[in-house]
T-cell receptor, first 115, second 117 residues
Framework: NAGVTQTPKFQVLKTGQSMTLQCAQDMNHNSMYWYRQDPGMGLRLIYYSASEGTTDKGEVPNGYNVSRLNKREFSLRLESAAPSQTSVYFC??????????????FGPGTRLTVL | AQTVTQSQPEMSVQEAETVTLSCTYDTSESNYYLFWYKQPPSRQMILVIRQEAYKQQNATENRFSVNFQKAAKSFSLKISDSQLGDTAMYFCAFMKLQTAGSYQLTFGKGTKLSVIP
């Protein structure tokens, strides 16, 4: 099993450009998440999808949009990238968000630089 | 909102020795979960250990164990027989059981552990 996969691994954008980060999981999990990690900080939740067909904001949602394409896939879109969005982005999945089965499994991350 | 504090930004330990990483949290909840995640230089986040607040028994996973003090809101990680592969950032995280639409998993800022040969 691949677990949680993310594409791309690295990306450089210019200010104002748009892009979509892709995430897929093969563990039949219901819930998926997008985090960002900045230097000296822990992970901060951007958006999550508790189940297919639902999405909700996390701690830092401004400047991002998400789509839960199906049970396996959850994408993160930056419509107009800003230097403040330079970060490492992690996707994660878990069985059911906020329950006793909620142990998250993470993808390898995407390092995004916005110039 | 919950807060998670890791007071040791960096630590080092000799190979084969034991080290303890500290974590404290602030919450008014009584039912929650605590986690330790490891992030090696590869950046992959890996679950090390998980503790349910309602369980008095401390969780253990091979060389990793926790000291969970609910009244003190403390959740430390002990690594025994340290190995070079334990070199990584370690993050403590807190999660409370919530209804849909209000999910929150809060991470500390991490402790960088170096295992010295």
């Amino acid at each position: 099993n691949a677990g949680v996969t993310q594409t791309p691994k690295f990306q450089v954008l210019k200010t104002g450009q748009s892009m979509t980060l892709q995430c897929a999981q093969d563990m039949n999990h219901n819930s998926m998440y997008w985090y960002r990690q900045d230097p000296g900080m822990g992970l901060r939740l951007i958006y999550y999808s508790a189940s297919e067909g639902t999405t909700d904001k996390g701690e830092v949602p401004n400047g991002y949009n998400v789509s839960r394409l199906n049970k396996r896939e959850f994408s993160l879109r930056l419509e107009s990238a800003a230097p403040s969005q330079t970060s490492v982005y992690f996707c994660a999945s878990s069985s059911i968000a906020g329950t006793s089965t909620d142990t998250q499994y993470f993808g390898p991350g995407t390092r995004l630089t916005v110039l | 909102a919950q807060t998670v504090t890791q007071s040791q930004p960096e630590m080092s330990v000799q190979e084969a020795e034991t080290v303890t990483l500290s974590c404290t949290y602030d919450t008014s909840e009584s039912n929650y979960y605590l986690f330790w995640y490891k992030q090696p230089p590869s950046r992959q986040m890996i679950l090390v250990i998980r503790q349910e607040a309602y369980k008095q028994q401390n969780a253990t996973e091979n060389r990793f164990s926790v000291n969970f003090q609910k009244a003190a809101k403390s959740f430390s990680l002990k690594i025994s027989d340290s190995q070079l592969g334990d070199t990584a950032m370690y993050f403590c995280a807190f999660m409370k059981l919530q209804t849909a639409g209000s999910y929150q998993l809060t991470f500390g800022k991490g402790t960088k552990l170096s295992v010295i040969p």
